[in-house]
C-alpha cells in the first residue's frame, strides 16, 4: 500500500469524478482536486513530476512556465 513505500507520490486533478477512481487510492499517498495553473507554486516540492495529458492543454507561454516550476519532469502526452 503506499503508505509503506519510501516515496510519496501525490495526483493533482482538475476533475473532480477523477478523483474518486478507486485505482487511484493504490497509487497515489494524496489526490489532490484542483488547477495546477493556480497552483503551480506546489511544484518545486517535488524531486520529480510526471505530467500527463496536461501540457497539450496549455499554450506555450503557460506550459512552458509551468515546467521551469518544476525541478525535474517528464512529460507525456
Known amino acids: 500500500s503506499p503508505e509503506d513505500w ?6 493533482i486533478e ?10 487511484y487510492t493504490i497509487i497515489y499517498n494524496n489526490i489532490y482536486n484542483q488547477d495546477i495553473i493556480k497552483n503551480d507554486g506546489i511544484l518545486a516540492k517535488y524531486d520529480l513530476v510526471l505530467f500527463m495529458d496536461v ?8 506550459g512552458l512556465k509551468m515546467l521551469k516550476k518544476a525541478r525535474c519532469w517528464i512529460v507525456s502526452t
Request: overall charge positive.
Open 14 to 23: 482538475i476533475f473532480e469524478r477523477y478523483t474518486r477512481l478507486p485505482w
Open 55 to 62: 501540457v497539450e492543454h496549455l499554450n506555450k507561454e503557460k
Open 6 to 11: 519510501k516515496k510519496r507520490i501525490d495526483a
